[in-house]
């Protein structure tokens, strides 16, 4: 993802008759990061294609997309230590380029990390160094690392790594149990996560069109 100042820097320079943000705007969302009902929520597109994304009642969200480059968003918590996230709804996006996951980031290290929980005609892990299994809720997710050189962060242009548990029976609705997921990773790969910043229960477009409604919620 890349910060929602270099966005607008980008947007500014093209001509839209109606980009997302103002999209946004007008049903009085405020782009990029905020709060809202009580859970922190984060929404990023590149600009590209069209995007619907609304917040609804407590953790909840919907969003449908059109001809997107590539885009995420979705509700949770900043920061967002270790819990157990409970989440349900519908993401019927198995024949295109998407996927369903628990989504954050750490700081000091600078890291970025997906739990996920279900993906389209794409596996995002493909490619990555696979370093082991985990078990949780009564499904098995493989372990991944991959590094990112000089790519968007939430710390601007970074090089960083990427954690991920990639579950094998695609599912949309359960529970999450985070610790479970971070201690493996340290345990089975040497994977250190940093100083919390924020988890959402994410929905993620590259390249394709699609829709979710997704709520969340902590189950602690």
Do not use: C
């Amino acid at each position: 993802m890349v910060s929602f100042t270099t966005f607008l820097t980008a947007l500014a320079a093209t001509t839209v008759t109606a980009s997302p943000i103002q999209e946004l705007q007008q049903r009085g969302i405020q782009p990029g990061t905020g709060t809202h009902n009580g859970y922190f929520y984060s929404y990023w597109t590149d600009g590209r294609g069209s995007i619907d994304y609304n917040n609804g009642p407590a953790g909840s969200y919907n969003a449908k997309w059109n001809n997107v480059n590539n885009w995420v968003g979705g509700k949770g918590w900043n920061p967002g230590p270790p819990r157990k996230v409970a989440y349900n709804g519908t993401w019927n996006n198995y024949n295109v380029n998407s996927y369903l996951s628990l989504y954050g980031w750490t700081t000091n290290p600078l890291v970025e990390y997906y739990i996920v929980e279900a993906f389209g005609s794409y596996n995002p892990s493909s490619g990555a160094q696979k370093l082991g299994t985990i078990e949780d809720d009564g499904g098995v997710y493989d372990i991944y690392k991959t590094r990112r050189v000089n790519q968007p962060s939430i710390q601007g242009t970074s090089t960083f790594d990427q954690y991920w548990s990639v579950r094998r029976v695609k599912r949309v609705g359960g529970v999450i149990d985070t610790q479970k997921h971070f201690d493996e990773w340290k345990k089975q790969g040497n994977l250190k996560l940093g100083t919390w910043n924020y988890m959402i229960m994410a929905t993620e477009g590259y390249q394709s069109s699609g829709s979710a409604s997704i709520e969340v919620k902590s189950a602690d």
